[in-house]
C-alpha cells in the first residue's frame, strides 16, 4: 500500500506539470488584455500602458514566462495580481472561508437530502414515493443553478421580499442577529448549489442502493429472520454506499472553486467570483493559481478516492 | 448686447438659472475683462463662486445617518487613484483620498483641499499661463492626525509624474516643471510651457493627494507595494475599514472632517461585482441598497424596473459619444507588414460624396428612440460637452433619398442585383465592425438596413468586448488595428476640458504599427488645418476663443466625416427615493459630493 501511494504520487509530478504548460498556454494565447480599460482612456499615453506591459512581463517570450512562473512557484511565490497588486495567496485566502461556507453547507444539504430519499426510493422502487422522488431528482439536476438561481430571487426577493439576493461579506450587525443576518443572506445560494447536488447524488444513491439489495446474501439474511431495518441498516447500505463515497470524495475539490455561476448570481465574494473576475479582466496570475491548486486538489483527490475505496472494500488490492 | 439684456443675464445668475462661470465668459467675449464681469456681479449681491451652496439638509452635528449602501457593478481591485483601472477604484477611493478641487454638474471648479480655487482675480493664475498658486486649506488632518501641508501636494506630483510609478495620471502630471513651497499652506505651480489646460492635475478623479508621510518609502518602482494602495489613509469623509479586493470596500466617519457637521452616514459599504441589471434590482425593486452605479442596462428593462416604486433613475451628463469611425486608410491592402497603412487611400472613402452619404444613412433619431431613450441624445457632434464647446454649426439628417441620389452622382452605378459597384466594377461590400454588446449589435443591424436600401453591402462584424478594446499588438481585431471600413464604440470625455479628447485626430497619433497601435488616432485622419488648430488651442488663455477653437475642429471632422457622431450619452445611476444631496456629476466620480449626501426619514 505505501509503495502503492508512492508510485501515484510520483505519477501526479509530471500530470500536474503537464497541466501548468497546457493551463499557462491557453491563457498565454487568449485574446485579452489587463489594460483593456486604458486603451479608450484619452488621458493615458500609451507609453504607460506599454511600461506596464513590460513590467509585468508580458512582452518576455511565452517559454520564459513559463519557467519564471514555475521557479517562483516552487520557490512559494505565488506573484501578485494585475488587477489588485496584491498578492495571490493573500487573495485567495481571503475567499476561501466564504468558498468552504457556502459550498461545504451546500454539499451537506446534498447528503441530507440524497441519501434518506434515494434509499428509501430504492428500498421500494416503482412505489409512489419512488416514483415522485425520481421525478424531482430528474428535473433538479437537468435544470442548470443559473436557471434555479434566477427563478429562486424572482420568488423569494422580489415575490415575496423574504431574502435578500446580494451576499454581503460584511453584516451591521452583532451578535445573534449577524448570524440570522448571515444565514438568511446564504439560504438561497446554499439551496440552489445544494438541491442541484443533492439531485445528482439521489441517483446515485437509489441505483446503487438498487444493485445491492437485490444480491443473494441480501435475500439470505432476509431469510434467516433478520428483521427488514438491520438488513437494510447493515448489509445494503453499508455496500452500496462504498460507490457513494468515493463519488463524494472526487466531488470535494470542486468545494474550492465549483460555484462560478451561483457564486455570480449572488454575488458571492468566493473563489469561483475571485476566478471568473480574473479571466475577464485578463489576470493570468490569479487565474492560473486557482487553476493550479484546483488541479492540484484533483489529482489529490482521485488518489484519496482509490485508497479509501479499497480501504473500504477488502475485495480491492492495490498490487 | 443691450444693457436690458446685460441686466437679464444678471438677474440669471441670481436666481442659478445661468452659472456665473458662463456670464463671466459671455462678457469676457462681449470684450469686458473678467474682473470687470465679477465686478458687475458683486454689484449685486452675487457672492463669490467659492462654495457650493449645500441642498437640502443643513445639519447641526456630524453623522448619525447611519449605515449607507452603494453597489457597483464592477468591484473596485485597489484603492489607490493613481493606479486605478477603472472608475469602480477611482470611485472606491474617494470616500477617502480628496482632490484640491472637484468638478460639479457644470464642470465648475469646486475647491475641497484647496482654501479657493485659483483663478485670475484672486491670483491665483497669472496671465504667462505657465503658474499656478494653490492657498489650501487649513486645519486639515489626514486619518492617522498628521496635518496636511503643501509637502503633500509636493510630494504628490512628485510621485505621479515619475514614469517608473506606471501611474495612469501621468499626463496630467508630467507637464509641470516644479513646485514651490511658499509656506505651510501655499504651493505655487509651475509648467514647462504655457498650459491653457491646467486645472488636470490635483483636480478630480486625476486629482487625489497622498499622504507624503505615508508614500515616500514607496516610490518608483516599489509603488506596487505600498499598504496605502489597499488601506488608505486620506483627508476624505471617510476611513478605510476594511476592503476585499474584488468584492467590497467598508469605511466608517471620520469624526475629524474638515467640514463642520459633516457627512451625514456612520458608515458606508461598497460592494463590488454582479451585473448591471440586477445592480438595478436591488435599488428599484428590491431597496437591498441605496444607488447603483452606471446603469448600463436597456431603458426597456431599466423603465420596468423602475416601477418597482423604490427609487428613481438618475441622469448626469458627460462628453461620452457613440460614434462610427471612417477608416481614412485601406484596411484590404497590405504594405510593409500592416493593413490600413497611412501610406494608403481608402478606395471609397477618399470620394467625400461617399463619406456624406454614409453619415445620411445613420439613423440617429431611431436609435436614440428605440436602444438609449433617456440615457443618450442624437447628435451631430462629436464634442458635445461642457456646453461652451459644443459647436451649432452642424446638422444631421436621415434621407436615404439624398444617399441614393449622392451616390449616384458620383458615378456608382448599381449592379444586376441592386448593390452597387466601386470604380473598379467590383461590387462594394463595407464591413463594419464593433464590440459585442447587444445594443450595439442592434444599432448595426439598424444601419445596415438603410445602406442596404441605399444599394450599399454590408457585413456585420462583432468583437468581444475584451479584444476590441484591448492594447493587445498582435491581435488584428482591435478597435485600433481598425482593420474594416467602419467601427463603432463609445468614447469617454474624462475630464471638462478637451484638449485630451480632441487628439484622436492628430497626424501624429495615427495607429500604425511603429507604435504598436498603441496611439490615440485609429481612424488615421491627418490633416494640418486640425493639427495646427489643437496645438493653438493647448496655448490660448482667452476662454472664447479657445472653445471656438474647439468647436472648428469638431466641425472639421463632422463635415469631413471621419466619424459619424450618433448619441450623445449621459451617466444613468439608480438611487434610493430617500437618498438626497448627491449632485451627481459627469466629469468627477459619482461620489464627489459624498460629504454632503443625506437620507430622508
Known amino acids: ?319 | 448686447m443691450d444693457e436690458d439684456r446685460i441686466r437679464e443675464l444678471i438677474d440669471d445668475v441670481k436666481g442659478g438659472r445661468l452659472s456665473r462661470r458662463s456670464f463671466i465668459e459671455t462678457m469676457v467675449g462681449l470684450g469686458l475683462t473678467a474682473p470687470l464681469a465679477t465686478q458687475m456681479l458683486t454689484t449685486v449681491g452675487v457672492a463669490h463662486a467659492q462654495t457650493r451652496p449645500s441642498p437640502g439638509l443643513n445639519p447641526t452635528k456630524r453623522g448619525g445617518g447611519g449605515r449607507l449602501r452603494l453597489l457597483w457593478w464592477q468591484a473596485p481591485t485597489l484603492l489607490n487613484g493613481h493606479f486605478a483601472t477603472g472608475t469602480k477604484d477611482q470611485d472606491a477611493a474617494r470616500p477617502v483620498y480628496e482632490p484640491l478641487c472637484a468638478f460639479d454638474p457644470d464642470g465648475n471648479f469646486v475647491p475641497i483641499l484647496a482654501g479657493e480655487a485659483p483663478t485670475l482675480q484672486n491670483g491665483g493664475l497669472t496671465k504667462d499661463g505657465k503658474t499656478v498658486t494653490w492657498r489650501l486649506k487649513k486645519g486639515v488632518q489626514w486619518h492617522d492626525g498628521k496635518p496636511f501641508t503643501a509637502d503633500d501636494v509636493i510630494f504628490t506630483w512628485e510621485w505621479v509624474a515619475d514614469p517608473a510609478t506606471s501611474s495612469l495620471n501621468i499626463t496630467a502630471y508630467q507637464d509641470i516643471d516644479r513646485i514651490d513651497r511658499v509656506d505651510d499652506h501655499t504651493a505655487k505651480v509651475t509648467f514647462k510651457e504655457p498650459r491653457a489646460f491646467w486645472y488636470d492635475a490635483f483636480f478630480g478623479v486625476r486629482g487625489y493627494i497622498l499622504p507624503k508621510h505615508l508614500f515616500k518609502d514607496y516610490r518608483g518602482n516599489n509603488a506596487r507595494n505600498a499598504p496605502q494602495n489597499l488601506k488608505p489613509i486620506g483627508t476624505g469623509p471617510y476611513k478605510i475599514v476594511d476592503f476585499k479586493p474584488g468584492d467590497s470596500a467598508r469605511f466608517e466617519i471620520n469624526p475629524s472632517y474638515h467640514v463642520p457637521n459633516r457627512p451625514f452616514f456612520d458608515q458606508v459599504e461598497l460592494k463590488g461585482g454582479g451585473d448591471a441589471t440586477s445592480a438595478a434590482r436591488a435599488v428599484l425593486q428590491t431597496g437591498e441598497f441605496d444607488f447603483a452605479w452606471n446603469m448600463q442596462v436597456e431603458w426597456d428593462v431599466l423603465k420596468r424596473l423602475a416601477e418597482g416604486g423604490k427609487g428613481i433613475i438618475s441622469q448626469s451628463t458627460t462628453g461620452n459619444i457613440e460614434h462610427i469611425q471612417v477608416n481614412q486608410t485601406d484596411p484590404w491592402t497590405e504594405v510593409e507588414g500592416e493593413r490600413s497603412s497611412i501610406k494608403t487611400k481608402h478606395p471609397l472613402f477618399q470620394d467625400v460624396a461617399f463619406r456624406q452619404a454614409i453619415a445620411l444613412l445613420v439613423d440617429r433619431a431611431t436609435v436614440a428612440e428605440e436602444l438609449y431613450g433617456p440615457g443618450g441624445q442624437a447628435t451631430g457632434n462629436f464634442l458635445n460637452a461642457p456646453d461652451k464647446f459644443r459647436s451649432k454649426n452642424t446638422k444631421w439628417e436621415f434621407s436615404i433619398d439624398k444617399a441614393n441620389k449622392l451616390l449616384d452622382e458620383a458615378g456608382y452605378k448599381r449592379g444586376s442585383d441592386g448593390f452597387r459597384l466601386g470604380k473598379d466594377g467590383k461590387r462594394i461590400k463595407l464591413v463594419f465592425q464593433t464590440s459585442t454588446n447587444s445594443l450595439r449589435q442592434k444599432n448595426q443591424a439598424i444601419i445596415k438596413q438603410a445602406c442596404a436600401k441605399a444599394g450599399l453591402d454590408m457585413e456585420l462584424k462583432s468583437v468581444v468586448a475584451s479584444v476590441f478594446f484591448s492594447s493587445d499588438p498582435a491581435n488584428p481585431d482591435t478597435y485600433s488595428h481598425f482593420y474594416a471600413d467602419l467601427q463603432m464604440f463609445n468614447t469617454t470625455m474624462v475630464s471638462p476640458d478637451p484638449q485630451f479628447f480632441m487628439n484622436q485626430f492628430l497626424s501624429g497619433q495615427a495607429a500604425q504599427k511603429s507604435n504598436k497601435w498603441g496611439f490615440r488616432n485609429p481612424t488615421r485622419y491627418r490633416n494640418p488645418e486640425y493639427d495646427k488648430l489643437w496645438s493653438a488651442a493647448e496655448a490660448e488663455f482667452d476662454p472664447v476663443k479657445r472653445a471656438a477653437m474647439f468647436v472648428r475642429m469638431n466641425d472639421i471632422v463632422v463635415n469631413d466625416v471621419v466619424v459619424v457622431p450618433e448619441n450623445w450619452r449621459r451617466r444613468s445611476t439608480a438611487v434610493s427615493k430617500q437618498l438626497h444631496g448627491m449632485d451627481l456629476s459627469g466629469w468627477d466620480s459619482d461620489l464627489w459630493h459624498l460629504a454632503y449626501w443625506y437620507r430622508e426619514a
Open chain 1, 1 to 319: 500500500m505505501p509503495k502503492y501511494v508512492l508510485r501515484r504520487v510520483l505519477i501526479a509530478i509530471p500530470v500536474l506539470l503537464g497541466i501548468s504548460v497546457v493551463l499557462f498556454s491557453v491563457l498565454a494565447l487568449a485574446p485579452g488584455d489587463p489594460f483593456e480599460e486604458l486603451a479608450t482612456n484619452a488621458n493615458v499615453p500609451p507609453e504607460v500602458a506599454q511600461r506596464l506591459r513590460a513590467q509585468f512581463g508580458l512582452d518576455d517570450p511565452l517559454p520564459l514566462r513559463y519557467v519564471r512562473w514555475l521557479t517562483s512557484m516552487v520557490r512559494g511565490d505565488w506573484g501578485f495580481s494585475f488587477q489588485s497588486r496584491m498578492n495571490v495567496e493573500e487573495l485567495i485566502l481571503q475567499r476561501l472561508p466564504v468558498s468552504l461556507f457556502v459550498l461545504g453547507s451546500a454539499y451537506v444539504l446534498a447528503l441530507c437530502v440524497a441519501l434518506p430519499i434515494g434509499i428509501l426510493s430504492a428500498v421500494r422502487p416503482y412505489s409512489l414515493f419512488d416514483q415522485i422522488a425520481t421525478t424531482v431528482a430528474f428535473f433538479g439536476f437537468s435544470l442548470p443553478t443559473f436557471f434555479t438561481g434566477l427563478m429562486f430571487i424572482l420568488v423569494f426577493s422580489i415575490w415575496l421580499d423574504w431574502l435578500p439576493f446580494i451576499y454581503r461579506s460584511d453584516i451591521d450587525a452583532t451578535g445573534w442577529r449577524w448570524i440570522v443576518a448571515h444565514a438568511k443572506q446564504a439560504i438561497m445560494p446554499v439551496a440552489v448549489l445544494g438541491l442541484f447536488e443533492g439531485a445528482t447524488l439521489t441517483r446515485f444513491v437509489r441505483a446503487s442502493v438498487l444493485e445491492v439489495v437485490r444480491l443473494d446474501y441480501v435475500n439470505t439474511a432476509r431469510a434467516k429472520g433478520v428483521s427488514e431495518r438491520w438488513v437494510i441498516g447493515k448489509h445494503v447500505v453499508r455496500n452500496a454506499l462504498i460507490p457513494v463515497v468515493t463519488i463524494i470524495a472526487l466531488q470535494v475539490p470542486t468545494i474550492f472553486a465549483g460555484a462560478v455561476v451561483t457564486e455570480q448570481i449572488f454575488r458571492v465574494p468566493g473563489i469561483g467570483s475571485l476566478l471568473i473576475a480574473a479571466i475577464l479582466a485578463s489576470d493570468t496570475p490569479v487565474v492560473m493559481a486557482i487553476t493550479f491548486v484546483y488541479s492540484v486538489l484533483v489529482v489529490a483527490f482521485n488518489l484519496i478516492a482509490d485508497v479509501i475505496y479499497g480501504w473500504l472494500d477488502p475485495r480491492i488490492s492495490f498490487s
